[in-house]
């Protein structure tokens, strides 16, 4: 849909934060249907409202990240492109082959297993992301790396932008989420580059003080021990970013790809 001229300088208000009531169009809540490169694309991005001890966005300095499962090349591009995006690829040790002894394992079920055949039965998404688990479960053949940009995004800490006509999703925390958008990886876009949306939104989670592994790379206090509320842990069923519950055939074939990758 065309932006009109006369609403421009209420969306660049939006843009500065301001929720203001501009003409006669009253207030501005969301912003669909733009386009790449529009001078609007950035400010509507989100952070999961749950999970939070299991984002990649707590990992401190010098963690070691491995690769388990399927698509091995493909996972570690999508987690080296948001950690670019923020700085941090330098100073993890990303690896393949569900390295032993590493603590960190990012686990990647294909879309041909027939564990993920049956979680993906009735759904048409093209994957999920069970952040506790640090697991991925792929829906489709087509369009891998996008969806594992997408997917790879929650494990950070990212909730879905879709436009709510699209895709209504409500994993976003209301505090840490400025509106909705089509054009970026996390508003479904199916797109292989993060747009300027989701740097943004990416770069506030890591600068968030309330995110205690972020206060070892912005020269913060300690998380350890701490009394702040991030030390809250999080218990309850895998639930994933999309807000499906893991089956136990889900959490069977993920133990198999552990077990496959020589890691027992
Ligand atoms: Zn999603």
Not at 165 to 182: A, E, I, Q, V, Y
Not at 190 to 202: F, H, P, Q, R, W
Request: charged letters at 20%; proline letters at 4%.
């Amino acid at each position: 849909m065309p932006i009109q001229r006369t609403s421009l300088a209420c969306l660049l208000l939006f843009i500065g934060s301001l929720l203001a009531a501009c003409g006669s169009g009253g207030l501005v809540r969301t912003i669909e249907g733009k386009k790449n490169n529009s001078v609007l694309e950035a400010g509507t991005w989100g952070h999961l409202k749950s999970d939070r001890n299991s984002w990649l966005a707590q990992l401190p300095p010098g963690s070691a990240i491995t690769i388990c499962g399927d698509h091995q090349m493909e996972t570690l591009a999508a987690l080296r492109a948001w950690s670019n995006s923020v700085g941090r690829t330098g100073s993890f040790a990303f690896s393949v082959g569900c390295t032993p002894n590493v603590a960190t394992k990012i686990k990647v079920v294909g879309s041909t297993r027939p564990e993920a055949k049956a979680h993906c039965a009735d759904r048409k998404r093209g994957g999920s992301a069970f952040v506790s688990e640090r697991a991925i479960i792929l829906c489709m053949d087509k369009m891998l790396y996008p969806i594992l940009l997408h997917e790879t995004g929650h494990l950070w800490g990212m909730c879905d932008v879709y436009p709510a006509k699209l895709l209504p999703s409500d994993n976003c925390d209301p505090n840490w989420f400025t509106g909705r958008n089509s054009f970026s990886v996390m508003g479904a876009s199916y797109t292989s580059n993060l747009s300027g949306a989701d740097i943004e939104g990416v770069s506030k989670l890591t600068t968030r003080n309330d995110v205690a592994g972020n206060r070892l790379w912005n020269g913060g206090r300690s998380f350890a021990g701490d009394d702040d509320e991030s030390g809250e842990e999080i218990k309850g069923p895998a639930v994933s970013a999309h807000g499906e519950v893991m089956s136990d055939e889900l959490r069977q074939a993920l133990e198999d790809l552990m077990s496959e990758s020589g890691t027992q």
